[in-house]
Every structure is written in structure tokens, then in C-alpha cells.
């Protein structure tokens, strides 16, 4: 299984930042396909929601819901925000 198109630019894209962007939070809206599903950061497209749920369905041998896919999401960029920030704090200790 391959990342989908967008989800891997976003990947590429990533990997050249030197950090994360803002949080910009909820957003306050459903998906587009699911009016009536859960409400998801903005910066989470739906295909990477999909693609997640795709990844742990295989890994866990049972259905993923979306909400528990934007809370891995979720989850795995706060882990990444604690990381960037040590990364950081190493870097100003260093003379």
C-alpha cells in the first residue's frame, strides 16, 4: 500500500521543514464526505484520516473509527511538537 498522492507531497514537504507548523486547532467542521462525523483539526485531510485507518486495521485485525484515527493523528504530531521542542532546547545548551 502506497501513501496517497497528496498525503505523500505532504510527506515530502514535511521532511524539508525545519519544524512543525502552528496548531491551527479545530476546526469546528465535519468532513466534507461524512457531514455528520467527527469534528477534526483543519490541517488533517480526509485522505490521510482514510490512509490511517487503512495502516491500523491491518496492524490491529479489527475496524478503526474515524475518531480513533484523529486521535492517532492527533497524538502522533503532539509527540512530534515535544520532540522538536528538546530538539531545540539540546541545540541552545550547545555553544
Not at 502506497?2 to 465535519?30: F, V
Not at 466534507?32 to 482514510?50: A, C, K, N, Q, V
Amino acid at each position: 500500500m502506497s501513501l496517497p498522492t497528496g498525503a505523500a507531497k505532504r510527506l515530502e514537504l514535511a521532511r524539508e521543514s525545519p519544524g512543525l507548523p502552528p496548531d491551527p486547532g479545530l476546526t469546528g467542521e465535519a468532513h466534507e464526505d461524512d457531514p455528520g462525523g467527527p469534528i477534526s483539526p483543519g490541517w488533517i485531510p480526509d485522505d490521510l484520516i482514510t490512509y490511517t485507518q487503512e495502516v491500523w486495521e491491518r496492524f490491529l485485525g479489527r475496524p478503526v473509527p474515524k475518531e480513533e484515527a484523529i486521535e492517532m493523528l492527533v497524538n502522533a504530531r503532539r509527540v512530534a511538537e515535544v520532540l522538536c521542542k528538546a530538539a531545540s532546547a539540546l541545540e541552545e545548551k550547545q555553544p
